[in-house]
């Protein structure tokens, strides 16, 4: 394509960042502006179905939007720069890849885990778990950023 020109690689990797830019900043916004200013404003019976309705309508969305955005966009783009599973392993580019996909793994792993604290009714394990979700998607958004573009 010519210069200026958007190509099928710049829009798989606009997929890729504005599914992470939902995913983080959908975390960001519940924890930083939703969930507080539902403490103030509701009872505590009605904060606790609020916040699992919430928790439920971001947990589908991940499940049907972000998780295949994330996947596919991601899978394409490692397919795309000639990505292996023995190039993982290899300084620079490749350990930083694998990185960032052994973190994702583990923030996946963490919201699924919160999501059944919160339904088990155990509201302090599952704030912990929040936060770790949220810290450790900011963490891959750092590994992505040092990541060249393909």
């Known amino acids: 394509m010519g210069g200026g020109a958007i190509g099928l690689w710049q829009v798989v990797r606009f997929l890729h960042v504005a599914g ?14 939703v969930l507080p200013l539902a403490r103030r404003v509701l009872g505590e019976e009605e904060r606790g179905r609020f916040a699992a309705r919430v928790g439920r309508r971001f947990g589908m969305l991940t499940g049907a939007v972000f998780l295949p955005v994330q996947l596919g966009s991601g899978w394409a783009m ?13 300084p620079g580019y ?44 900011l963490g891959v958004v750092l590994l992505a950023t040092a990541l060249p573009a393909t």
């Open 78 to 90: 490692a397919w795309h720069k000639g990505v292996t599973w023995a190039s993982l392993g290899e």
């Open 20 to 33: 992470a830019v939902l995913w983080v900043g959908g975390q960001l916004a519940l924890s930083l502006v």
């Open 94 to 137: 490749g350990r930083v890849l694998a990185a960032k996909l052994g973190l994702f793994g583990v923030v996946m792993l963490t919201a699924v885990v919160h999501g059944w604290a919160h339904a088990k009714g155990r509201p302090e394990l599952a704030r912990a778990l929040a936060v770790g979700s949220l810290v450790g998607s």
